[in-house]
């Protein structure tokens, strides 16, 4: 009987050690946020400054979708895309990217010629 208590015990420290760790790594990875609409404008934030370069490295990307005739994607290095909000919806997405080194657009896919933005990653 000890002995389970002692299993069971052990196994439940595991658990919460590995969950400290799951958390505290999302915790540590740098949020950016995009808008696109209502109107005819599109952005990438991060702490409320427009983003023009970043570190390489792991990212969540949140994204609010104002208007249903626009939608918001990122292009980069190596063929790298990634459609995050879609057309025809509305809300907002999050998704985590590990970006590389180069230089990223995110756009529109409607209004790809009057909506877009660029930012580099070193």
């Known amino acids: 009987m000890t002995r389970k208590v002692v299993v069971l ?6 658990a919460c050690a590995l969950a400290a760790v799951a958390f505290a790594r999302h915790s540590m990875t740098p949020t950016l946020v995009g808008t696109d609409g209502p109107g005819y404008k599109i952005t990438l934030t991060r702490s409320g400054k427009a ?8 990212y969540t ?3 609010h979708d104002k208007s249903s005739i ?16 879609k057309i025809p919806s509305i809300g907002s997405k999050t998704v985590t990217l590990t970006l590389k080194a180069g230089k990223y657009k995110f756009y529109c896919p409607n ?11 070193t």
């Open 51 to 58: 983003v023009k370069t970043l570190k390489h490295g792991t």
């Open 111 to 121: 209004h790809e010629a009057i909506m877009f933005g660029h930012f580099t990653a």
């Open 9 to 14: 015990a052990l196994a439940l420290v595991v």
């Open 61 to 63: 990307f949140v994204i």
């Open 70 to 85: 626009h939608g918001w994607s990122l292009d980069g290095p190596h063929g790298f895309a990634k459609d995050i909000a």
